[in-house]
């Protein structure tokens, strides 16, 4: 089962008086994607675009989707809903005035779609994106929509839904292909909850600049605290060898999320329809 690779360009300084390393890192996992000829979907931050141009720029030149991933790297909760529409607004023409090209698809930072924050669902519509792979469908220690659909749906408005894969046994259920999960979890149980995933589901990786950043000096990350923060910060160098040991378990790597949606735009999905 061929996995898409995703990676989501954000900014995890705490504050400028930090040492800017999320550029560095955001290279290294390019360079690793276009060695092994993979077209990623890359999730980026409409700030970034507007004061780091030429990194944003690098990603669409090498032929990667590029999608939102919120004007600032802020939960949907903490934007609210009298801004929201404005910033996926802002945050989208952002980063389409340096690509030249369309943004269609919106990833929600720390997936943080969830019942609280349903009523996003009609205004990321309403902003001209065509899918959403903002939904983590199980408990989180930071935020997830337990009971939520684990395959690829449709929100009532018609925005297609790529939610994060997880798997485990009953109500114990993780986001395995991605971030820190993706580290600790042995290759064996990954092998396993990937074939679990089963027909009709559209495996996805997702990882971060800090999440191959080996040499970063540990501190206490934004939006998160100690505890998280120092998990986070371990295990940093299995990153890549297990991104890759992910797709050899896949057969393949997947193709970008946006030709995936355009693929399921004349298939019959489930609807779901989100509460306010």
Same mark, same amino acid.
């Given at each position: 089962?061929?996995v898409t690779i995703t990676f989501d360009l954000e900014d995890n300084?705490?504050?400028?008086?930090?040492?800017?390393?999320?550029?560095? /890192?955001?290279?290294?996992?390019?360079?690793?994607?276009?060695?092994?000829?993979?077209?990623?979907?890359?999730?980026?931050?409409?700030?970034?675009?507007?004061?780091?141009?030429?990194?944003?720029?690098?990603?669409?030149?090498?032929?990667?989707?590029?999608?939102?991933? #919120?004007?600032?790297?802020?939960?949907?909760?903490?934007?609210?809903p009298s801004r929201l529409l404005e910033e996926l607004r802002e945050?989208?023409?952002?980063?389409?005035?340096?690509?030249?090209?369309?943004?269609?698809?919106?990833?929600? =930072?720390?997936?943080?779609?969830?019942?609280?924050?349903?009523?996003?669902?009609?205004?990321?519509?309403?902003?001209?994106?065509?899918?959403?792979?903002?939904?983590?469908?199980?408990?989180?220690?930071?935020?997830?929509?337990?009971?939520?659909?684990?395959? =690829?749906?449709?929100?009532?408005?018609?925005?297609?839904?790529?939610?994060?894969?997880?798997?485990?046994?009953?109500?114990?259920?993780?986001?395995?292909?991605?971030?820190?999960? /993706?580290?600790?979890?042995?290759?064996?149980?990954?092998?396993?909850?990937?074939?679990?995933?089963?027909?009709?589901?559209?495996?996805?990786?997702?990882?971060?600049?800090?999440?191959?950043?080996?040499?970063?000096?540990?501190?206490?990350?934004?939006?998160?605290?100690?505890?998280?923060?120092?998990?986070?910060?371990?295990?940093?160098?299995?990153?890549?060898?297990?991104?890759?040991?992910?797709?050899?378990? #896949?057969?393949?790597?997947?193709? =970008?999320?946006?030709?995936?949606?355009?693929?399921?735009?004349?298939?019959?999905?489930?609807?779901?329809?989100?509460?306010?």
């Amino acid at each position: 089962m061929p996995v898409t690779i995703t990676f989501d360009l954000e900014d995890n300084r705490r504050s400028d008086a930090q040492e800017e390393r999320f550029v560095w /890192m955001s290279h290294r996992f390019l360079d690793f994607v276009e060695e092994r000829g993979i077209r990623a979907t890359v999730f980026i931050v409409g700030e970034i675009a507007r004061s780091h141009g030429a990194l944003v720029r690098r990603v669409a030149d090498a032929g990667h989707e590029v999608g939102l991933h #919120g004007l600032r790297h802020v939960t949907l909760g903490e934007v609210g809903p009298s801004r929201l529409l404005e910033e996926l607004r802002e945050g989208r023409e952002l980063v389409e005035q340096i690509i030249q090209g369309p943004v269609r698809g919106f990833r929600a =930072p720390i997936f943080s779609l969830t019942p609280s924050t349903a009523w996003a669902v009609g205004q990321i519509g309403e902003a001209g994106f065509a899918y959403s792979s903002s939904v983590l469908p199980a408990t989180n220690p930071l935020h997830g929509w337990p009971g939520a659909p684990s395959r =690829p749906f449709r929100w009532e408005n018609g925005l297609i839904e790529f939610p994060c894969p997880v798997g485990g046994l009953g109500r114990v259920q993780i986001p395995f292909l991605g971030g820190i999960y /993706m580290r600790y979890v042995p290759l064996t149980v990954a092998r396993r909850f990937l074939r679990a995933l089963g027909e009709g589901a559209v495996p996805w990786s997702y990882s971060h600049p800090y999440d191959v950043d080996t040499q970063e000096p540990f501190s206490v990350m934004p939006h998160a605290g100690w505890l998280v923060s120092r998990i986070l910060h371990t295990r940093r160098a299995a990153t890549l060898p297990r991104l890759q040991a992910i797709i050899d378990a #896949g057969g393949s790597h997947g193709r =970008p999320l946006g030709e995936i949606a355009e693929h399921l735009d004349g298939v019959e999905l489930p609807r779901v329809a989100s509460t306010s």
